[in-house]
């Protein structure tokens, strides 16, 4: 991969350095480094020296991808702070889109519909096993059938609550010694707005596994 070819200017990256990280964005591309803004935390600009070593990664629709580099210089662009960095390492991807699957304990409130008369039955309050853009295991004290209507809202901590339609796809009894099925769903309609949020929560809790 060429970062030239990926790495446009405005594209959304992290930088990880010292076991933290920090979202940014390209500033420019150049034959022999790239340009990106320097990082914010918490209203106050983030002080990497130069010579030092970093992770830098991005996102793709077949996935997460990163790379080593070195920070030249720290330049600046009119008002904006930039570091110039190097690749040290070739890009490596992390993580397919289409199989991103992180297994987190959210709290899920669930609504059954019922198949003939369409009715929501009353709430179940419970917790994922886990969570994908396209569907999610939950773990329920009941079975329910294949293709039965759910109506789902996830707590995705600070990013806000999920909803979505779904439909289940398995129930699985995951524990003999007590009625405990994991049951998996298979998200069909929500809001853009809500699959958007989704990704974010995904994408960061990603990055935060990846530090460990």
């Known amino acids: 991969m060429e970062p030239k070819k990926y790495l446009r200017s405005e594209k959304r990256m992290y930088i990880s350095y010292d076991k933290k990280m920090y979202m940014t964005t ?9 340009y990106i803004v320097t990082p914010m935390k918490n209203g106050s600009v983030v002080h990497i020296n130069a010579g030092q070593t970093i992770e830098v990664g991005f996102w793709e629709p077949n996935g997460i991808f990163s790379f080593k580099a070195v920070i030249e210089a720290n330049v600046s662009y009119g008002q904006k702070g930039l570091f110039q960095i190097v690749p040290i390492s070739s890009f490596k991807r992390m993580q397919r889109r289409d199989s991103y699957r992180i297994y987190i304990n959210c709290r899920v409130i669930i609504e059954v519909v019922d198949g003939e008369t369409g009715k929501v039955k009353k709430p179940i309050e419970t917790h994922s096993l886990n969570i994908s853009i396209g569907g999610m295991c939950i773990k329920l004290n009941e079975e329910l059938d294949k293709d039965v209507e759910v109506i789902c809202r996830v ?14 796809v398995f129930s699985k009894r995951i524990n003999s010694a007590e009625k ?18 989704l990704s974010r929560f995904i994408r960061s809790r990603e990055i935060m596994t990846r530090r460990k």
């Open 26 to 34: 390209v500033h420019s591309v150049d034959e022999d480094a790239i």
């Open 155 to 168: 707590a995705l901590d600070e990013f806000g609550d999920y909803i979505s339609t779904g439909l289940t």
């Open 180 to 197: 405990a099925f994991a049951v998996g769903v298979q998200f069909v309609n929500c809001e853009p707005s809500d699959q958007r949020k």
